[in-house]
């Protein structure tokens, strides 16, 4: 196997399912998130200066895909939904899919409920591969900037959970009230 | 530092990961260690990261992802099985293997196969193993070259969008005695293989709108048009569709 292949195999294995956790977060859509992944790796093959530094390899990867990001969002701000042609989208038939849908974990959820730039930003945090000063790289703002929104994150986070599990609670025990 | 300005900073230490010497922590840990509720509330922040570290790396990617990143970085011609070297356990592998299939053709062959068994068969074959392009194209002139020089009929139209994306190559499969190009395409950061196929071969061929399905990682999007049935698969191929009608960009090369 050539050495660019080797690297661009093993770069794969190494970053894919973070990067398509962080596409995901970003995206909220397991499409998107598919395709932001394939399109970054689909970069990062065309950059051989980069496949030949590894130590830039992840931060380049992780900053390229938020990048992409923006840049999608943008361009679905000039393309609104609102401008979907319902008739269209119905001669469409979608086919049951085969398998279920993700699981939605309570944390994993609350998450992504989070408003941006909290979302991205705590997303970086919890995937665990950066350090701070690479998250405010990857996220183009000051280090000041990731600590605060990080804090501000991780209260909106609690009390969403918090929140979650107090309907869990009350459901269930109404659930227990009405078999009594 | 005030015990807030702490717990803000606090809220971005990762013990094991990030470095409780590094300026930035150092004080605040230090201030931690000597404050009674301070310490609580970062065992408390420290053990509810850690339950979100946990959880989120349940996250699970796609199965097919990983294969389709790599299978667009090898795309060449195979080498052909007769100059491949074997050895016995390989050769009489390969004999049952060849057996096993005679039995399955014949038994398959007595019955005419659905438009949705192709589907499943066709999108599992496309995407089998590497390399799965057989020759390299720069466009469709070159695919339609390589299909008349393998005595295909290449006349199929093909969507603008599609036609108008990178080709990367094409493949022949071998599909219960037909000969199915399989054409693949990389459009807008997405891999995608257009499978072409005489319509008449299924008496429930899909319709001129597509009809989208999905088999294990692959999602498949359907129709037909003149004497042929098209299936285009891919990762996110019902996005992909979907798009472009919704821009009114899903016409007709031609």
New interface residues.
């Given amino acids: 196997m050539p050495p660019d292949?080797k690297a661009?195999?093993e770069a794969?294995?190494a970053y894919?399912?973070p990067l398509?956790?962080f596409a995901?977060g970003l995206s909220r859509s397991?499409?998107?998130a598919?395709?932001?992944?394939?399109?970054v790796?689909?970069r990062f093959?065309e950059k051989s200066g980069v496949l030949r530094d590894k130590a830039k390899t992840k931060t380049w990867l992780f900053t390229t895909l938020y990048r992409d990001f923006l840049q999608q969002k943008r361009h679905t701000t000039r393309?609104p939904e609102s401008?979907?042609?319902e008739t269209?989208?119905a001669?469409?038939?979608?086919?049951p899919?085969?398998?279920a849908a993700?699981d939605a974990?309570?944390?994993?959820a609350a998450?992504h409920a989070l408003e941006e730039p909290f979302r991205s930003t705590s997303?970086l945090?919890?995937?665990?591969e950066h350090?701070?000063k690479e998250i405010a790289e990857i996220l183009d703002v000051p280090?000041g900037t990731?600590?605060?929104r990080?804090?501000r994150g991780?209260d909106m986070?609690?009390a969403a959970m918090d929140s979650s599990h107090d309907s869990v609670s009350a459901t269930n025990a109404a659930g227990k009230g009405a078999r009594t | 530092m005030t015990k807030e300005q702490a717990?803000?900073?606090l809220?971005?230490y990762?013990p094991g990961?990030?470095d409780e010497l590094d300026p930035?922590f150092a004080n605040a840990l230090k201030l931690a260690r000597k404050d009674k509720e301070l310490k609580a509330w970062l065992a408390d922040?420290v053990a509810?990261?850690s339950?979100?570290?946990n959880?989120?790396a349940?996250?699970?990617?796609?199965a097919g992802?990983?294969d389709?990143?790599?299978a667009?970085?090898k795309i060449i011609r195979p080498i052909p099985w007769w100059n491949r070297r074997m050895g016995r356990p390989q050769m009489a592998a390969a004999a049952a293997v060849l057996l096993a299939g005679l039995i399955v053709s014949l038994w398959f062959s007595q019955r005419p196969a659905t438009f949705a068994e192709f589907r499943r068969e066709i999108a599992d074959q496309s995407w089998g193993s590497a390399p799965h392009v057989e020759a390299k194209a720069a466009d469709l002139k070159d695919v339609r070259n390589f299909l008349v020089s393998m005595n295909v009929e290449t006349n199929f139209t093909i969507p603008s969008v599609l036609a108008q994306s990178a080709v990367h190559g094409c493949t022949l499969i071998k599909w219960r005695g037909h000969k199915v190009p399989v054409i693949c395409f990389?459009s807008?950061?997405?891999?995608l293989h257009l499978v072409v196929v005489d319509r008449h071969l299924f008496p429930d061929a899909p319709a001129h709108?597509?009809?989208?399905?999905?088999?294990?990682s692959w999602?498949t999007a359907s129709w037909s048009k003149d004497d042929h049935a098209y299936v285009l698969t891919g990762?996110?191929t019902?996005?992909f569709?979907?798009k472009f009608?919704?821009?009114?960009r899903w016409d007709w090369e031609g």
């Fill in positions: 292949e661009f195999e794969v294995s894919y399912e398509y956790r995901l397991e499409a998107d598919s395709d932001l992944t394939q399109r790796f689909e093959g393309f401008e979907w042609d269209l989208d001669t469409i038939v979608e086919l899919r085969v398998e993700a974990n309570t944390a994993v998450l997303i945090f919890y995937l665990q350090s701070y280090i990731v600590m605060s990080l804090a991780k986070l609690r | 717990k803000e900073i809220s971005a990762r990961i990030d930035l922040s509810f990261d339950r979100i570290c959880e989120l349940r996250v699970m990617a796609p992802l990983r389709s990143i790599l667009e970085r990389h807008e950061g997405q891999h709108v597509p009809q989208t399905d999905q088999w294990q999602r990762l996110n019902t996005s569709v979907k009608r919704r821009e009114k």
